[in-house]
């Protein structure tokens, strides 16, 4: 493919010379293909193209991954690198089914999807690659990336989040931004309850969109950790979640039985010293609280009888307020 030459005449000759002014990256001139309405399609200098660090799907290989796969040990970026090798096989032996996407960027051109078919044509030592260039940055990059990646594969909880929010930051730069969790709904297709987890984590504490950017959390866990005010306990419940101590459920009822449960931090004259936790008329809304807290069902309780049920509430109670005033 790299010693192709294509002879053209007539509208196809003005066109190819025309390209010749403008295809020049690096010192190096792109082979012209042909020519569609939106870009132009050209085989262009593999080395001349550089990866989108801002995408929000992430490979994660290198070239020296793809040289030496052995030394590859987690078993999900294996099988990205043994698929790219593949693919490098076959890109040796049969011509290129699909162009890449590029935009120029200064001196180089800049990649916009196809990143699998780039490292494939590294790794078969190809010269040049089809591409469709593009001649500016689209607009709606960002935009454009994600609803591409969500078509093509799952993306990560981290990697989603990344590129929600480059599709809001891109949109506040072109001066269109997204407002609310229902337009940012209909910009990228989340369903109506998907969007507003997502804005609530976008919007929510840096701390909480860290975490989960970070892979140390999930979703649900983040959403639940926004509404949290106090930046102490929200970095507990954060931490509780992180290391899978109970469900997202669990974790939200333990917490607010211990706030019922805990001493005021301030008394103030002329009101209660203690909290009233209200009451039920059911036990087996006791007992479900119990042993949702205790992480057990307690023992030696006469679940049919309301005093005894009472009793053994209280003393859960009294254990927590030890355990929160020993921290």
Do not use: C
């Not at 030496?68 to 990205?80: F, G, H, I, M, N």
């Not at 706030?259 to 005021?264: C, D, I, N, R, V």
């Not at 009101?271 to 009451?279: M, V």
């Amino acid at each position: 493919m790299s010693g192709m030459k294509l002879k053209l005449g007539g509208k196809a000759a003005r066109i190819a010379a025309a390209q010749q002014h403008t295809d020049l990256i690096g010192q190096q001139v792109a082979t012209p293909v042909r020519r569609n309405e939106f870009a132009d399609i050209a085989h262009i200098p593999v080395d001349s193209v550089r990866p989108d660090h801002d995408q929000s799907r992430r490979l994660g290989v290198t070239l020296e991954m793809l040289r030496d796969p052995e030394s590859v040990t987690d078993p999900a970026l294996r099988a990205k690198v043994e698929s790219i090798i593949q693919l490098a096989d076959t890109m040796k032996s049969a011509d290129q089914r699909n162009p890449i996407e590029v935009y120029r960027d200064g001196g180089v051109y800049r990649l916009l999807s196809g990143e699998r078919r780039w490292w494939a044509a590294q790794v078969a030592g190809l010269e040049r690659i089809a591409a469709k260039i593009l001649p500016d940055r689209p607009t709606e990059l960002r935009l454009k990336q994600l609803v591409e990646n969500v078509q093509r594969e799952d993306l990560t909880t981290p990697e989603l989040f990344h590129g929600l929010r480059a599709v809001v930051e891109e949109a506040a730069a072109n001066e269109a931004p997204i407002t609310g969790a229902i337009p940012l709904g209909q910009r990228v297709g989340l369903s109506r309850t998907a969007a507003f987890r997502w804005w609530s984590v976008l919007t929510g504490p840096s701390d909480v969109s860290a975490a989960l950017e970070a892979g140390h959390i999930g979703l649900r866990a983040a959403e639940a950790a926004v509404k949290i005010a106090d930046p102490e306990e929200r970095a507990a419940f954060v931490e509780q979640a992180r290391q899978s101590e109970g469900s997202v459920e669990d974790l939200t009822a333990r917490r607010k039985i211990m706030e019922a449960a805990a001493p005021p931090k301030k008394a103030q004259r002329g009101r209660p010293k203690s909290i009233a936790l209200g009451s039920v008329r059911s036990q087996s809304v006791a007992r479900y609280v119990m042993t949702k807290v205790l992480g057990r069902e307690p023992a030696d309780v006469n679940w049919d009888d309301p005093k005894a049920v009472t009793e053994a509430f209280k003393a859960m109670l009294k254990e927590l307020e030890k355990e929160l005033q020993t921290k």
